[in-house]
């Protein structure tokens, strides 16, 4: 399966964009990269996913760089309620869905 | 949909006992994800299904684990005998085929305790 790379951890002061970077360089043709977040005990909540494009839905953005090989998730407005834990994730038809250690944010007054 | 459903909860039980997790899967899913999530380990892919098959059990730490599907829409994962070193939060989460790249979807979990 194709690993990826996030920072253990990130702050961002509340109302600023919140930009959470991830490198996956091993990623094959068909996987897309997957966020998902964990606010304290909860269950992983799906953020967005994308294959090359970039994605935007209510929740945030995806950029994903021309080669594929490293992404970046930004809410663009954090608030207090964005504290969690960000997985990104690489995953296809022909892998698991599996989570690293993910970035944990801290979203502050 | 209510979305995914584990019960219970929580779970205290002693070592050497049976427990059983339970989890129903969002309608019209056919893909089935068990995880365990624990400080030290994070959250770990036991097992998953597909059209009530298990795929890849790889993940499922020794034979005292087990999982089933007995019909489309509900699963369980039992752990005969329990130990302490079970103690965990287990996640069950369900998905459209993976061929149509959708997202997972988690339930709430159910916190074991083995004492």
């Known amino acids: 399966d194709a690993k990826t790379t996030q920072p253990p951890s990130m702050d961002c002061a509340e109302g600023r964009a919140a930009n959470l970077p991830c490198n996956h360089s091993?990623?094959?043709?068909?996987?897309?990269v997957y966020w998902y977040r964990q606010i304290h005990s909860q269950g992983p909540q799906y953020i967005i996913h994308?294959?090359?494009n970039n994605e935007t839905n209510e929740m945030a953005s995806l950029i994903i760089t021309e080669d594929r090989k490293s992404s970046t998730l930004i809410l663009p407005h954090a608030t207090l309620r964005d504290t969690a834990v960000y997985y990104c994730?690489?995953?296809?038809?022909?892998?698991?869905?599996?989570f690293g250690t993910g970035t944990r944010l801290q979203v502050t007054l | 949909d209510a979305g995914v459903i584990q019960s219970p909860r929580h779970e205290v039980t002693e070592m050497g006992q049976e427990v059983t997790l339970r989890c129903k899967l969002i309608?019209?899913?056919?893909?089935l994800f068990w995880y365990r999530q624990t400080m030290m380990r994070g959250l770990e892919l036991l097992i998953y299904?597909?059209?009530?098959?298990?795929?890849?059990d790889s993940g499922m730490p020794e034979d005292r684990f087990s999982a089933k599907m007995p019909n489309a829409s509900f699963s369980t994962l039992k752990i005969q005998p329990s130990e302490p070193r079970d103690s965990a939060v287990y996640f069950c989460?369900?998905?459209?085929?993976?061929?149509?790249?959708?997202?997972?979807?988690f339930g709430q979990g159910t916190r074991l305790t083995v004492v």
């Open positions: 994308g294959l090359k």
């Open positions: 309608s019209g899913h056919n893909s």
């Open positions: 091993t990623i094959s043709g068909n996987e897309y």
């Open positions: 299904f597909n059209n009530n098959v298990p795929i890849d």
């Open positions: 994730i690489v995953y296809g038809t022909a892998s698991k869905l599996t």
């Open positions: 989460a369900s998905s459209l085929p993976k061929a149509l790249n959708t997202e997972a979807f």
